[in-house]
């Protein structure tokens, strides 16, 4: 099983609207990145949040982190075309053999 | 400052060859991890090396090797390749040896095995 699954798989919008990806995770963390990728390409760090934070935000992008729920949410405000892209979040597995785990990713379309 | 680098872009091999990847992280970077993501899925972890020692391995059978040189550049070799090693594969590199801290990727060489 998944230490990181993102929901919903696939997200189409429209531009303007916000968009809301969220993922889930098992086991304990010290921090959460979220990663955008464009068809296909490597992947680009967008964010970081550590256990102890609750909120971040950059530019449009605002992530929330629930340690309680192990569960995060990455919310992109205001979506533009060039936001169309492929969304993971990556946690890390801190015990044993530490890695750094993606889920699957949310694939997000926006629609002009 | 150039991101990381991988080469080449694209490959094709046939099964059972022998491929090798390389990859150069940013500069200043003495990181360098390996991550396979196949079609429609999540990157998975292969390997990290810091500092030239290999600091973790996923998952993966032993047709997959690595290595770090001085200059910090790396290698990922895989041995008598089956179809199902068609992925691209991903070199992030950091700054720290933290394989949990901030990662940055290169472009990925894609490869097909027919």
């Known amino acids: 099983s998944q230490q990181g699954e993102e929901d919903p798989q696939a997200l189409s919008i429209q531009e303007g609207e916000n968009a809301t990806m969220n993922c889930s995770y098992k086991t304990s963390i010290n921090n959460l990145q979220w990663y955008r990728q464009n068809s296909g390409r490597g992947l680009v760090h967008l964010i970081l949040i550590r256990s102890n934070e609750r909120e971040k935000h950059s530019g449009r992008l605002r992530v929330t982190l629930d340690t309680s729920k192990k569960s995060s949410s990455l919310l992109i405000t205001a979506s533009r075309a060039a936001d169309t892209a492929s969304y993971f979040c990556?946690?890390?597995?801190?015990?044993?053999?530490?890695?750094?785990?993606f889920g699957q990713g949310t694939r997000l379309t926006i629609n002009p | 400052d150039a991101g990381v680098t991988q080469s080449p872009t694209h490959l094709i091999k046939t099964r059972g060859q022998h491929v090798t990847l390389r990859c150069s992280p940013i500069s200043g970077h003495k990181s360098v991890s390996w991550y396979q993501q196949v079609l429609g899925q999540g990157p998975q972890f292969i390997f990290q090396y810091y500092e030239k020692e290999e600091r973790g391995r996923g998952n993966f059978p032993d047709r997959f090797s690595a290595r770090q040189f001085p200059n910090y550049s790396s290698e990922l070799n895989v041995n008598a390749l089956l179809l199902g090693d068609s992925a691209l594969y991903l070199c992030?590199?950091?700054?720290?040896?933290?394989?949990?801290?901030?990662?940055?990727f290169g472009p990925g060489t894609r490869l097909t095995v027919l």
């Open positions: 992030a590199s950091s700054p720290t040896s933290g394989i949990t801290d901030t990662q940055y």
């Open positions: 990556a946690t890390p597995l801190i015990q044993g053999a530490q890695k750094l785990v």
